[in-house]
């Protein structure tokens, strides 16, 4: 994972914006771990993707003697620990009871993490109507009915609605006919909206005391209460005071309107890390159109000691500005683009006996899960929505067979398919192979990656909309570390991630050479380098101590590097 | 074109050429200048124009359409820079044909890859991106239709396993299905 970049190879690379040319930089579409970081760090919520609920219902129940329902809607979030944290409200419509509400309810959505909702519908009663729909209480008002459903179902729909039965409150039964509500989920327009820029600086200054400057620049944002938050830097261009840069592409998520105030700062780069500020400027993306178009500059500024502001020599110029529309996650996943889950899991001797307490195999039959079974779950239980067929393959790797044989790729089912049905078959699969397969080793990689790639690649000619996601559960440092970079070098040009948890008590430091956030490329023993980052490592430990759950910190840079892999190609979602 | 009538012995490959990093050039930042030759065998090779700005890390983008006979094991790429005394290779590196055919991909999946670049001396010397797709035979009997870009007209003699139907390039969906049999000899 890696919340900074080590080394200072890493430290010169661009962050934020994605380099389009370059589908083999670490750079995310969606998220960026430094920047991520920061936005954490700051209290501010990263920079997701919002949708908008618009709804609508039918057949509600009538509450109202003389006239029909006045109905409502109301959405809450279900956090971890059960509660409902209200999201927002729709208006009242009058006298209906098949309305079509106009007030849409903007919610977060968030790849990385299974978000229940509950949708509830009252009936406002006569008095409040002239109310503020805000200041209304729910005490006082008719319950209609209350429907339940998971975000992430309702955006992977082809036409991204669906149509859920309402029920009494908590799903007590249902003791009338309630009616229906219907969800329809629409993207922001901003989420799709991106600007590439090519930017250019003329005569900077030289900071630098045997060469020249090392120049980068860092575009932030201004937010709201008068702060800014960084969005993007460029990479490091060496020894240069007239730096071309590399193409940036900025969403409008990231900069918010054209009109918004951006800070550049141009640093030279110190691999001590104390930067030092060549100038900034301040302008807004609209500013800088104006600037391509007209081929002007605009000259930095810097603080003087007095406090003043020094005009500089040094110039911006904006040679390319180009307004795109870049798909989104979402508009290739409710395309019919999928996400296909795939687990190896890890039968290694050095787990422990499985009937020893102390075994990370270890099944409580109290029902708490080990760490096997909880990532399973938790990766499973999100992707699972993302899959249409929920058929996936489970392996497991370093354990005997029942036949006598060590294998590093086996079927975890027991049986000649390799594909189970659902989360609870991967479980089912486990808890079985716990009885008939005698842990062993050693731990390889190489065999299952390569078993997965193949998978991935045999796909491509028949389909071109599969993403694969494998999730290696292991609790040891690999034995074939050149093998497996071999194998990650050869699924890098495939449509695949690839997750792996560490679990248990090992130094996993070794592991994080296969996670390449620090900039260096994996290579292989043939000399080829791997064109994409597809591995994400988290060892369970450090994320159970924090506020994030292992799932978030694996996931969250999938939905990047599934839009690295299309955009790359130009494969574009589906026409509706 | 008089190759018309005769029997193909190449299949035709596109590579593009990206971008190469981190090139040096006598222990110094390149600064100007460089351009790569992509050569599949000494008659069939191509090379990309020069990139004035990017330094010691230059993109090019440049897509290079060559004809790769069957026993093509390699296709080189050599990183040169045009200087004032002449034209100095900075670098080389090896595509495998094995990388984009004989895996289990469709052959025309667009590869993209990437090598270490090593100099005159064997030392690494940064690496070069690429994409890189065989084009697929338009099977054709007589002459040149104008789709096919390469010009021949006597695919009919094409000694490839079958592999499916073909069918569809422009929506960027492969028909049919790949068996995976390496095809070099």
Known sequence: ?????????????????????????????????????????????????????????????????????????????????????????????????????????????????VQPLVFQIYDVDTSYHNKPVKSLKLEDQDFLGEASCVLSEIVTRHNRTLTIQLQNRNGHGILRKLG?????????????????????????????????????????????????????????????????????????????????????????????????????????????????????????????????????????????????????????????????????????????????????????PSGRLNSYQQAIMEVGQVIQFYDSDRRFPAWGFGGKTPAGTISHCFNLNGSASFEVEGVEGIMAAYASALHNISLSGPTLFGP?????????????????????????????????????????????????????VGVGGADFTQMEILDADNGQRLQSSTGRMATRDIVQFVPMREVNSGQISVVQALLEELPGQFLTYFRSRDIKPHAC | MDKQHCHKASRTVEVTVLSAENLRLDRKSVKKNTYVVVRADPLNSGSTRADFEGGSSPSWNEKLTLDMPFQTRFISLEVKCRTGSGDRVIGTASLPVSDILGDYTPESHLHFLSYRLRDARGERNGIINVSARVKMQVESVGPPTTKNSVGYGCSSSWQQPTLGVPVGHRKNYYGGVVTGVPVWI
Request: with cysteine; proline share 3%.
């Open chain 1, 180 to 364: 229906a509500l219907t969800v329809h989920a629409e993207e922001t327009i901003a989420s799709r909206n991106a600007v590439e820029i090519t930017l250019r600086c003329y005569q900077l200054a030289n900071k630098d005391l045997f060469s020249l400057s090392d120049p980068f620049l860092r575009i932030s944002r201004m937010v709201e209460g008068g702060g800014y938050v960084p969005i993007c830097k460029t990479e490091v261009v060496n020894n240069n005071l007239n730096p071309v840069w590399r193409p940036l592409c900025l969403s409008m998520q990231q900069f918010g309107s054209k009109e918004n105030p951006l800070v550049i700062e141009c640093f030279d780069f110190n691999s001590s890390g104390n930067h030092v500020l060549i100038g900034k400027l301040q302008k807004s993306v609209a500013d800088l159109e104006t600037l391509h178009r007209e081929k002007n500059g605009a000259n930095f500024v810097i603080q003087t000691s007095h406090g003043h502001e020094k005009v500089l020599k040094g110039q911006l110029f904006v040679d390319l500005f180009l307004e795109k529309q870049q798909y989104s996650f979402l508009d290739y996943v409710s395309s019919g683009f999928d996400l296909n889950f795939m687990v190896a899991v890890d039968f290694t001797a050095s787990n422990g006996n499985p009937r020893n307490p102390d075994s990370l195999h270890y099944i409580d």
């Open chain 1, 1 to 113: 994972m890696g919340l900074c970049h080590s080394g200072v190879r890493g430290g010169k690379q661009a962050i934020g914006g994605t380099s389009q040319q370059n589908p083999n930089s670490n750079n995310n579409a969606a998220h960026n771990d430094a920047v991520d970081f920061f936005f954490k760090s700051n209290g501010q919520e990263a920079l997701f993707t919002q949708v908008e609920l618009s709804l609508s219902a039918s057949n509600l129940l009538d509450r109202d003697i003389t006239s029909k329902s006045d109905p409502m809607v109301v959405l809450f979030a279900k956090k971890r620990d059960g509660k409902l944290e209200e999201v927002g409200r729709t208006e009242v419509i009058l006298n209906n009871l098949n309305p079509t509400w106009i007030q849409k309810i903007t919610i977060a959505y968030q790849f990385e993490m």
């Open chain 1, 448 to 500: 299952v990656i390569n078993t997965a790639a193949q998978i991935a690649g045999q796909s491509l000619s028949s389909n071109n909309s599969k993403y694969f996601v494998l999730l290696i559960i292991t609790d040891g440092v690999i034995t074939d570390m050149q093998e497996t970079k071999d194998a990650l070098v050869r699924a890098s040009d495939l449509p695949l991630s690839i997750l792996i």
